[in-house]
């Protein structure tokens, strides 16, 4: 480990330093992105909004009692995810091997290229070149792996840059709160809490066996970053990583609502999958396949999001303008593409708190129940109806008397069938 030089680079309050860029007048002001309606959600804010306590993921209606000079700005994904392509270009250009963490941040592994030049001095070339050329603030952490660098990256906020050679990394960790380690959410700092831990040094001092005790996997894993241990490797970044799905009909079809049916069912399990792996994902790709063989593709760059609506709508878009001939298909497809581990960020695709909550508890039930267990109501087949046209309700008992009357009817389908095939067979016999 003590060979390792690791550079973790992350954008100060990224969505509020992209706002300012495109309106200067903004800057020094208590700025808050998202979070304008009474049931919005903070997604950032100013260092100048924070002295007043407001931070993301916080109710709207809270931020503004605490900083009622805010000035709110509703958000443009697509903003965000351009400025985010312009800095991973930046760094792909630069380095040998690196890790887009998220939409703002990425890890440099830089190991062995000390012997060319001081990593210190790259990282900080590098980051000085992303700040002239994108005009947004970046910090860095330097260090012998990814924990201890992300750390000392936070730390250093705003506009800091620092380095924790393998030497200091235990007095640089002590002091500080456990709060402070990846992965440590409020549950888990509650619990630590109560046992007395609330610096990193006295839960480096547990024993192993007691924070698996306590903890499980977890607690090891805690264990191993408070005493600055972290073997996971930088993943090399490849923008072209994606999931999709395709189905071919058994016979060739030019109903367009039932195409749009099946696209919505298929962005709905990708988006789940998505959600499943905290990943987001920047372009979508709709395919589709004539009945002469013909296949013809749309995409489009999107902002990061893994949203069930959001990607349905522009599926269909992509849909509409392929599907250009009156001719049958065979074939339907989507990709997800360009994806990048995330979170979605609520409030910026004008989507009520209500939904995202409904996207949560839609997925907690298909984790139980199977990706099936709750489906789009239009990818559902039409409820039976009588000659009346009414719905007919659904009755277990008449379902079962006409499940044992089909099973009877088999029966004696098999019993006729049996009986002439003996009469066949006979006559065969006396023709002979």
Known sequence: MEGKNIIHMDQDAFFVSVELRKNPDLIGKPVIVGGGSDRGVVTSCSYEARKFGVHAAMPGRSARLLCPQAIFVRGNMDDYSEASHEITEIIAQRVPLFEKASIDEHYIDMTGMDKFFGCMKFASELRQTIIRETKLPISFGLSVNKTVAKVVTNECKPNGEKEIPFPEVRPFLNPLSVHKIPGIGNATYKKLSEMGVRKIETLAQIPQELMYKILGDHGINLWQKANGIDLSPVVPYRERKSIGTQTTFENDSMDINKMKAILTGMITNLTFELRSQQKLTACITVTIRYSNFETVTQ???????????????????????????????RLIGVKLSHLVSGFEQIGLYHTSEEEYDLYQAMDKVRKSYGVESVVKACIVNQP?????????????????????????????????????????????????
Do not use: C, W
């Open 299 to 329: 995409q489009a760059r999107i902002p990061y999001t893994a949203l069930d609506s959001f990607l349905i709508t522009k599926a269909h878009d992509l849909f509409k303008k392929l599907y250009s001939k009156r001719m049958m298909l």
């Open 384 to 432: 039976e109806k009588d000659k009346n046209g009414k719905v007919v309700k659904y009755n277990p008992r008449l379902k079962k008397i006409e499940k044992e009357k089909g099973e009877e009817e088999k029966k004696k389908s098999r019993i006729r069938t049996f009986i002439n095939s003996d009469v066949s067979q006979a006559n065969k016999l006396s023709d002979s």
